[in-house]
């Protein structure tokens, strides 16, 4: 009894140090996508879970999967910040002080929201880490989202789409955008506000993101036009879809299964005239 014990704790043990002690989104199938949908994330700030690997925990987000800078405080990969910038808590809709915030979007939505200031966000960035868990590299991965606008303010700014492939786990220096998924809000506030759903997606293709190696996923937003207070952003059910490159037969095999083809569809006809001609 004793011995089982050690073998299943030394093996747990294993099992411990076999893992990655980053806690990043991770692709462990190809062509199966992973969905982040801010349950349970209430605005209380962020922290490094370590193995434990969940986005959301304790009411804050993992520190491990997303980080974002541009803000007074700001919260790097595998930081802390539960107060100020990073923990500026739950709202439903318009507030005035620059921040985080778990913005509920209607019936009780969680989101990752943020409140644009003079000093943050304008410009900043949230960023997402993903992690290819597979043994194949990828290239091509499948993107959505949803990115919400409360137009309460007479100034336009900017919510925009970046990516970057890196074999390291430290933010990349450069990104590509994505002018297509660009979005900016209205420069005239509505005259009643609500939560305006604009629901983005594309393809990154030609990348390759080997076994163990990252994709980061960055939002950054601006000033735009206009002056004054600032319209609040919110960004929700975010999919990534990772997916390897197809086989693609050398020249030399396809000449030799071409051959092969023929050579079976010669005997094949043979055959049956041979059979036609003996009845």
């Known amino acids: 009894m004793v011995a089982g014990t050690i073998r299943v704790a030394f093996f747990a043990i294993l099992v411990l140090l076999g893992r990655p002690l980053v806690a990043d989104l991770v692709l462990n199938t190809d062509n199966v996508a992973e969905t982040i949908d801010f349950t349970g994330f209430d605005g209380s700030g962020?922290?490094?879970?370590?193995?434990?690997?969940?986005?959301?925990?304790?009411?804050?987000?993992?520190?491990?999967?997303?980080?974002?800078?541009?803000?007074?405080?700001?919260?790097?990969?595998?930081?802390?910040?539960?107060?100020?910038?990073?923990?500026?808590?739950?709202?439903?809709?318009?507030?005035?002080?620059?921040?985080?915030?778990?913005?509920?979007?209607?019936?009780?939505?969680?989101?990752?929201?943020?409140?644009?200031?003079?000093?943050?966000?304008?410009?900043?960035?949230?960023?997402?880490?993903?992690?290819?868990?597979?043994?194949?590299?990828?290239?091509?991965?499948?993107?959505?989202?949803?990115?919400?606008?409360?137009?309460?303010?007479?100034?336009?700014?900017?919510?925009?789409?970046?990516?970057?492939?890196s074999a390291s786990d430290t933010l990349p220096g450069s990104f590509t955008s994505v002018s297509a998924l660009d979005l900016t809000s209205g420069e005239a506030a509505d005259v009643s506000p609500t939560w305006a759903l604009n629901s983005r997606s594309t393809t990154l293709t030609g990348l390759s993101v080997g076994a163990g190696e990252y994709l980061f996923l960055r939002w950054i937003g601006n000033d735009v036009s206009g002056s004054g207070s600032r319209d609040q952003f919110a960004l929700d059910n975010i999919s990534v879809n990772g997916m390897t490159a197809a086989a693609v037969p050398e020249p030399r095999s396809a000449a030799l299964l071409g051959i092969g083809l023929i050579t079976v569809f010669l005997i094949r006809l043979r055959r049956d005239s041979s059979v036609t001609c003996g009845v």
């Open 46 to 165: 962020f922290d490094s879970f370590g193995v434990n690997g969940a986005v959301v925990s304790g009411g804050m987000l993992n520190s491990d999967t997303f980080s974002f800078d541009g803000f007074d405080t700001n919260v790097a990969f595998g930081g802390t910040g539960t107060a100020d910038d990073p923990a500026r808590g739950s709202d439903p809709d318009g507030v005035s002080t620059g921040g985080v915030y778990n913005f509920d979007t209607g019936g009780g939505n969680a989101s990752l929201g943020v409140q644009p200031g003079g000093t943050d966000f304008t410009p900043g960035s949230f960023y997402l880490r993903v992690r290819n868990g597979t043994t194949s590299t990828m290239s091509d991965f499948a993107i959505s989202y949803d990115a919400y606008v409360y137009n309460d303010q007479g100034r336009a700014n900017s919510f925009n789409f970046e990516y970057a492939a």
